[in-house]
């Protein structure tokens, strides 16, 4: 019998806990909320690199959606930078604008991460 491919935008939806799809729309809302902030009031500078870091986060999240491993690993890892740049990062300044992109949501998301782990594949 034929086995029917799924597309990934479908198993973004259908794969995963219910709790994954909907912060998945948190995250892609929330890069476009970036990327529009930064076309209306372009300020330029180190502010640009809040939606690249939240492009990362995105990505992630959908593979993340699709339950697998290397995506689950890479999103904690892009968290784990983000806290090490929060406590090493001294000057308030760089510091709002390299960690403070979705704290402490991703904190909180990377906990269902690592609760739903053993399921990646």
């Not at 492009?55 to 968290?79: N, Q």
């Amino acid at each position: 019998m034929k086995q029917m491919i799924v597309p990934f935008y479908k198993r973004i939806w259908q794969k995963p806990p219910v709790v994954f799809p909907w912060i998945a729309v948190f995250h892609v809302g929330f890069l476009l909320y970036l990327l529009y902030d930064s076309i209306v009031d372009p300020v330029g500078g180190l502010i640009l690199f809040q939606p690249a870091i939240m492009l990362l986060y995105t990505i992630a999240w959908l593979f993340v959606c699709d339950m697998k491993r290397w995506a689950a690993i890479s999103y904690i890892a892009i968290t784990t930078l983000n806290l090490l740049l929060r406590f090493a990062l001294t000057d308030t300044m760089d510091k709002v604008y390299f960690t403070d992109t979705i704290f402490p949501a991703d904190v909180l998301f990377t906990f269902f991460v690592m609760f739903y782990f053993k399921k990646f594949e």
